[in-house]
């Protein structure tokens, strides 16, 4: 049997979801829910659809992939799932109303279907107890995360009883076209993901309650200097929702055996309970333990004090402490942070351990889980290996330890989780162990691993994975291999590091400004005229500078979840690393160019003046910052396999390319340039800056002191991406844009 069809019923945030990805991967979906009272039959799950199209962030990786969607209600169109291979249950967590959709669906169902349910609190066995053995079968719990086309852990909690071929089938087509890490889990409480991040959460918010911390100070620690999202726990709580939570740890504590510590970390928190009592029950409420204060024309972000109850502006935490994720070093602290810091993670560690071999036999699916399903740049054994068992052993002598951490403190492997674990095998069963091969130097903004078969990767490991001189020295050094650029972290690449450049800037320090970029030229024409070749295989944000790395990589292994753009006129300055030259020759190369000088720099013109951005592979390739030779893949663990396959496919026959010679319009193309610059600003849709910004793009673009009869080398467009850098950087205005962005994360327009 193959999956080629498949129904949804439920059409709510999860059915959406799920629904909505089921279409990205190209297959057909039935969407059904409640009939309606009132208009069409089917406007519940129309409106569904409609939500689906305006979902922002985007659902769809393109909008016309909705037609692959179908509406339907239960008591009209019930019928139609037997056509579906796979039947997947979304109704709202009542086990009445699931029995009887079961029940149902056990009548009109295809045979041998798969039918599951998105369920994240209900066991297994209590949703099959009506169930004939037939159907048990193929029964199964598929736990999306929302939002489920960005989250990528799928959880398939099974059964003995379940047929083992179907839900391998199942298994293969989640990971294969919905791009899910998947994790096959047993039907125990909480499954993997929610059974150790729940926890983590409650940890995390019941030692600061305990310790007196505010809650900014909680969330600045149990937050980026973690590697967690920046929400920290209580900016997650307001997120989920605090009436939610609460629901959620009833029934941890209904299902849960009284000796597990969840217990401890479960109980009812009486503020937590006044605070939904009043209705401040998070972001959908009337705030939570953050809220917005709109007084008139002025919005401040406020907390709450955790003894007094009292809303005061909320307090930006200064931990000392940079960019970089360094747990030893916070949990070694000697003040309040530090104490909370190892109290919240080693209560984790101990407790994700404890689950082993009973919840799960394999220590790499909690981390998976942990990683994917709650976005932590580590897991907890990853956490634990980079301090060391021993470091975590001895650090505290009132630790009690359990099993799992006694045995590795006095097993002989000490290396028993791997220099690196972000990487799995090509079946996606186990972490592989990879090699870095340039010790301390590379640790500061980059990483070279050695991937065996004269092949290297390099993983950026700054902030945002911005790109500094650094950066660019592992890349040109890397470059001499066979060289595959990837990253584990949530984004490829933010682009240029806009605080490098703002310290030169602030003491008039130009010529180091233009070294490095310079600097960022040599390395990406390094990267372009490699010996061996390049790929890509961005994820996440690959913009600016970051795509400049991208566009100029031989082949693209792109995720089906990038973003894709040069973006550098938002902060007042060009491309300067090639994206200016780059653009202009893929555009060049297209039918309108052969009859149109101006087509190719007015295009591109179109493209970077106004900072365009794809945020798919399908939007990407209209705009060219994605060719048809480059692939998609729709699961994130699959970006490296993917990438070695094509690197042994192409690696033998490979030579640089030739470089190219451009012939640009010069003053011919510029004046319609200005046109168009003059109307926008007589419309105000730009101000001086941009103004002025846009003239120095239009310069480089039109090819400078130029004319269509000479001809210019890619040296010629690199000088005149350059100097406009240069002309821009020292400019005030440009100087204000880079600091409001880095202050505010959002473009400043002057």
């Not at 297994?124 to 852990?153: A, Q, W």
């Not at 605070?275 to 333990?289: A, L, S």
């Not at 998609?632 to 042994?648: F, G, M, P, Q, T």
């Not at 190219?660 to 010069?666: D, I, N, Q, T, W």
Request: aromatic letters at 8%; proline letters at 4%.
């Amino acid at each position: 049997m193959k999956i080629k069809k498949i129904a949804v019923i439920g059409s709510g945030t999860m059915g959406s979801g799920i629904a909505a990805q089921v279409a990205n991967a190209g297959i057909p979906v039935l969407l059904l829910d409640l009939p309606s009272t009132t208009g069409s039959r089917n406007k519940i799950a129309e409106s569904a659809k409609e939500k689906i199209i305006k979902s922002r962030p985007p659902l769809l990786v393109e909008k016309n992939k909705i037609d692959l969607i179908s509406s339907g209600n239960i008591e009209d169109d019930f019928h139609l799932i037997s056509d579906a291979d796979w039947v997947v249950e979304a109704v709202v967590e009542r086990i009445e109303i699931k029995h009887k959709i079961y029940n149902k669906i056990e009548k009109a169902r295809k045979p041998n279907s798969i039918i599951s349910s998105n369920t994240s609190t209900i066991p297994l066995k209590v949703l099959s107890e009506k169930m004939s053995d037939d159907m048990k079968k193929n029964f199964c719990i598929t736990h999306f995360f929302n939002p489920v086309r960005y989250m990528g852990l799928l959880e398939i909690v099974i059964e003995p009883i379940n047929d083992k071929e179907n839900i391998d089938l199942l298994k293969s087509f989640c990971d294969e076209q919905l791009g899910k890490g998947v994790i096959i889990c047993k039907d125990t409480p909480g499954f993997l993901g929610n059974r150790v991040g729940v926890y983590a959460m409650q940890v995390a918010m019941t030692e600061a309650f305990k310790m007196g911390l505010t809650i900014e100070e909680a969330d600045a620690v149990f937050g980026r200097p973690m590697g967690i999202p920046k929400t920290g726990v209580f900016g997650l709580y307001d997120l989920i929702g605090i009436d939610l939570m609460a629901d959620v740890l009833k029934s941890f504590i209904k299902e849960l055996p009284t000796e597990d510590p969840f217990h401890e970390v479960a109980l009812e928190n009486p503020f937590i309970t006044k605070m939904i009592e009043d209705g401040y029950t998070g972001r959908k409420g009337r705030g939570g333990f953050y809220r917005m204060n709109k007084e008139g024309e002025k919005r401040t972000l406020e907390s709450v004090n955790l003894k007094t109850g009292e809303y005061l502006p909320a307090k930006k935490i200064d931990l000392r402490i940079d960019d970089k994720v360094n747990i030893k070093n916070l949990i070694s602290r000697n003040d309040k942070y530090g104490e909370y810091a190892w109290s919240v993670l080693s209560k984790i560690i101990l407790y994700a351990s404890s689950l082993i071999p009973d919840v799960t036999s394999e220590h790499n699916n909690i981390d998976e889980a942990i990683r994917l399903g709650f976005n932590w740049t580590m897991g907890p054994f990853e956490i634990l290996d980079a301090i060391s068992v021993k470091f975590f052993v001895e650090k505290d002598q009132n630790t009690k330890l359990n099993k799992f951490i006694r045995e590795k403190y006095h097993g002989q492997n000490k290396e028993w989780y791997g220099v690196t674990q972000l990487y799995l095998d090509e079946n996606l069963n186990t972490f592989r162990r990879i090699t870095n091969i340039m010790g301390k130097e590379s640790k500061d903004s980059a990483k070279i691993y050695n991937l065996g078969n004269n092949t290297s990767i390099v993983e950026f490991t700054t902030k945002a994975n911005t790109l500094d001189d650094n950066s660019m020295h592992i890349l040109s050094e890397a470059s001499k291999n066979n060289l595959i650029i990837i990253n584990g972290a949530m984004q490829f690449s933010a682009g240029v590091n806009l605080n490098y450049v703002m310290e030169y800037a602030k003491d008039g320090k130009w010529g180091e400004i233009e070294k490095f970029i310079f600097n960022f030229q040599q390395t990406c024409k390094n990267l372009k005229y490699s010996e061996f070749p390049v790929i890509s295989a961005p994820s996440g944000l690959a913009i600016g500078g970051g795509f400049e790395v991208v566009c100029q990589s031989d082949y693209v292994v792109s995720h089906a979840n990038v973003v894709l753009g040069l973006v550098e006129t938002l902060v007042g300055l060009i491309p300067a690393g090639g994206g200016c030259k780059e653009m202009l020759w893929r555009w060049m190369q297209s039918e309108e160019s052969n009859s149109d000088p101006n087509f190719a720099p007015l295009k591109v013109f179109d493209l970077i003046g106004y900072a365009k951005t794809a945020t798919s592979p399908n939007e990407a390739l209209p705009h060219k910052f994605l060719l048809e030779k480059d692939k998609v893949v729709i699961n994130r663990d699959r970006l490296l396999y993917e990438s070695e396959k094509l690197l042994e496919e192409i690696h033998k026959d490979y030579k640089p390319p030739k470089q190219p010679v451009f012939k640009l319009p010069g003053s011919a193309v510029r004046d319609k340039m200005h046109e168009i610059l003059e109307n926008l600003y007589k419309d105000t849709k730009i101000l001086d800056h941009g103004l002025e910004v846009g003239k120095q793009l239009a310069f480089v673009l039109s090819g400078g002191n130029t004319s269509i009869d000479k001809e210019l080398s890619e040296d010629d467009l690199y000088d005149l991406e350059l100097e406009a850098f240069m002309n821009l950087v020292q400019m005030p205005k440009t100087q204000e844009r880079i600091k409001h962005t880095l202050e505010t994360g959002k473009p400043l327009v002057n």
